[in-house]
């Protein structure tokens, strides 16, 4: 189920992505428009670890503005896989730019050995929730030809949330639930390559 | 190369102060959920309240005691009714004694004694109608001064639940974060093998499916793990005689001769109590993992076995009893005490409680009715007839009539004429 959520967000997204494409072209500023990819890795560093992560975007660039459909992995607390929306714009016109960007999308969990539902039979009734995630921050890059290497330091925000049963916690009306909601406050630092 | 410079010392400025920041940056996890407080009352306050009322609807049957032309009904928690069963084709319901916290009873002459959360009662019922506690035995049953999590003192007792949503905050860390909230959060004679406790006249006849029995002037009571024995030679002035642990989830207790029949969701023991004040242990049969009344006479025992259904009130109980997948009757030798054999298994749906007055045996099959055999060879039972009764729990059987307690009613029928069992009443609810 969950997979298919993440498969339908895609698509969504991706159609958005193509109509908005589209409308501009039919705009008339054809020659503004193209593809761009932007591929990056980093560190998210908070307050339990430093973990590696990686995403690539994908979507439309108009002059200094681009849109796209992200998607990385996460290792951060729990793992998940980001599905985001990256809006972009740089300033100026020299070889080396600030650029500031924001994401915001959602989180959907993998289940790895450290995941809830692992932990013992008493969690096997986990249900793993999809939650929000964003990121904004700054950077610079440097035109290399036709493409550009970049540089950004930016604050993430990720939400991992899951449900379970709580067999010490019955009441006198039966079953009974506990929701854990993790809230995690990063600095992601990034570099990365965008065509 | 301005440009270069400009823009680096921006970033460079931004991830200073965003470094700068990130000591200020914490993770955040909470866990949510409902906890379940505990509202008490004193259980002086309370016994105080213990009277007679009009006639209340039977909302929920329990568990049976029958006293010369009385029948008693628990009402789980609430109290206990009176029916006036002097015409037994015609009970009528007399009265209602207030009693929160009751599950179980057993009467001697004019006292009956009740469980009132964790406190045992003698209460006078020389006037049935006006009914007055006389003696408290406090703190007779501890183990109910427990509940989801919570335990409460010895001069208190749970009389309800609030229920508050709650959010704690929690480690971060990734592993199993148990959340501990309040309260421990988390983290039978040959004449009448009646299903029933029988000592003589002027003591009250108990279903299958009680935890008070009365013998020889001795109220045995059994809780989850022990078994007590309060010597009521003085029927007004109850004094505890000794308490023996005997072991988890006790379930039912049924007297018989010298011998004491403890049904528990494991087994049944059997306890030697020639000295009522010192009951020895004295041999088990051990089956599967399920709940079991038992009643027995000079020579066989009969033990049903059911699960219990998944609509129980209580979920640990359901947990409990949820491992087994028997449902069955079974008949035990219990001539040579030291030898217990089994003589045969009777597959059944889910029986409860049973009964057995001279050659008949009667059991409540839970929704497949009521089953009454020809036990003139208990290691061949023979089905004589199979009444169609939804929800049958308890059954006693005496002087030929069956007193049957089921979800929805009180029935009783003749059985005199095993061949032609007849329906006397139905007291509805």
Redesign the interface.
């Known amino acids: 189920m969950k997979y298919k959520t993440f498969l339908l967000h895609g698509i969504i997204t991706f159609v958005c992505c193509l109509f908005l494409t589209q409308h501009i072209k039919a705009q008339g500023n054809k020659k503004s428009i193209h593809f761009t990819s932007i591929n990056s890795v980093g560190l998210l560093n908070g307050q339990i670890s430093s973990t590696f992560a990686m995403q690539t975007i994908n979507g439309i660039s108009y002059k200094k503005t681009s849109i796209g459909l992200g998607v990385g992995i996460d290792n951060y607390g729990y793992r998940t896989i980001p599905v985001f929306v990256d809006l972009r714009k740089s300033f100026g016109n020299n070889e080396i730019k600030p650029l500031v960007f924001a994401d915001f999308g959602i989180g959907y969990p993998i289940k790895t050995d450290n995941s809830p539902e692992q932990w013992s039979s008493e969690f096997s009734n986990t249900i793993t929730k999809n939650s929000f995630c964003g990121e904004w921050g700054v950077g610079i890059e440097k035109a290399i030809g036709s493409s550009s290497f970049f540089v950004t330091a930016s604050y993430s925000y990720k939400k991992y949330a899951y449900t379970h049963n709580i067999y010490w916690a019955y009441g006198p009306s039966g079953t009974n639930q506990a929701r854990q909601d993790y809230h995690y406050n990063r600095i992601a630092l990034r570099m990365g390559y965008r065509f | 190369m301005k440009?270069?410079k400009s823009?680096?010392s921006?970033?460079a400025i931004?991830?200073l102060v965003?470094?700068t920041?990130?000591g200020c940056?914490?993770?955040?996890?909470?866990?949510?959920?409902?906890?379940?407080k505990p509202v008490t009352e004193k259980l002086s306050v309370i016994e105080k309240r213990v009277h007679n009322t009009t006639p209340q609807s039977i909302a929920k049957i329990s568990k049976l005691s029958v006293l010369n032309n009385r029948i008693f009904i628990v009402a789980p928690n609430k109290g206990i009714h009176i029916i006036n069963n002097t015409d037994a084709s015609a009970p009528v319901n007399e009265s209602f004694i207030v009693l929160p916290g009751c599950n179980d009873i057993a009467i001697s002459g004019n006292i009956l004694y009740a469980d009132c959360f964790s406190d045992l009662l003698a209460i006078d019922i020389s006037d049935p109608s006006n009914a007055k506690v006389v003696k408290t035995i406090a703190n007779h049953f501890p183990d109910k001064r427990y509940?989801?999590?919570y335990w409460v003192d010895s001069t208190e007792a749970i009389v309800d639940?609030a229920?508050k949503d709650t959010v704690v905050s929690?480690s971060?860390?990734?592993?199993?974060?148990y959340?501990y909230?309040n309260g421990?959060?988390?983290?039978l004679s040959d004449i009448g093998m009646t299903a029933s406790a029988n000592a003589g006249s002027g003591v009250s006849t108990n279903g299958s499916m009680a935890r008070f029995a009365i013998q020889n002037n001795y109220l045995y009571t059994v809780s989850s793990s022990t078994l007590s024995c309060v010597n009521i030679s003085s029927p007004r002035y109850p004094i505890v005689a000794s308490k023996l642990g005997i072991g988890w989830n006790i379930e039912t207790i049924y007297p018989f001769k010298e011998k004491l029949f403890i049904g528990s969701q494991t087994g049944m023991s059997i306890y030697d109590v020639s000295n009522p004040t010192s009951p020895t242990f004295l041999t088990m049969f051990s089956h599967a993992k399920v709940c079991d009344p038992v009643i027995a006479d000079s020579n066989y025992a009969y033990v049903t076995l059911h699960t219990e259904e998944n609509t129980t009130?209580s979920?640990?109980i359901s947990?409990m009893c949820s491992g087994g997948t028997t449902n069955e009757l079974d008949v035990l030798d219990v001539s040579n005490i030291k030898q217990v054999k089994a003589v045969n298994q009777y597959i059944l749906t889910q029986p409860h409680g049973l009964g057995k007055e001279g050659n008949t045996l009667i059991v409540c099959d839970g929704n497949d009715g009521l089953k009454v055999y020809d036990a003139t060879s208990p290691a061949n039972l023979v089905l004589k007839e199979k009444i169609a009764l939804a929800k049958t729990y308890d059954v006693i059987c005496l002087n030929g009539i069956a007193i049957v307690s089921t979800a929805t009613a009180l029935y009783q029928y003749n059985y005199s004429d095993i061949n032609n069992v007849k329906l006397l009443s139905k007291l509805s609810f």
């Not at chain 2, 971060?172 to 974060?177: A, D, H, K, P, Y």
């Open positions: 440009n270069f823009s680096t921006v970033l931004t991830v965003i470094t920041l990130f940056l914490k993770d955040k996890a909470t866990s949510t959920f409902k906890v379940y509940a989801y999590g639940w229920i929690q971060v860390e990734n592993s199993g974060n959340v909230g421990g959060i988390y983290y009130s979920p640990f947990l």
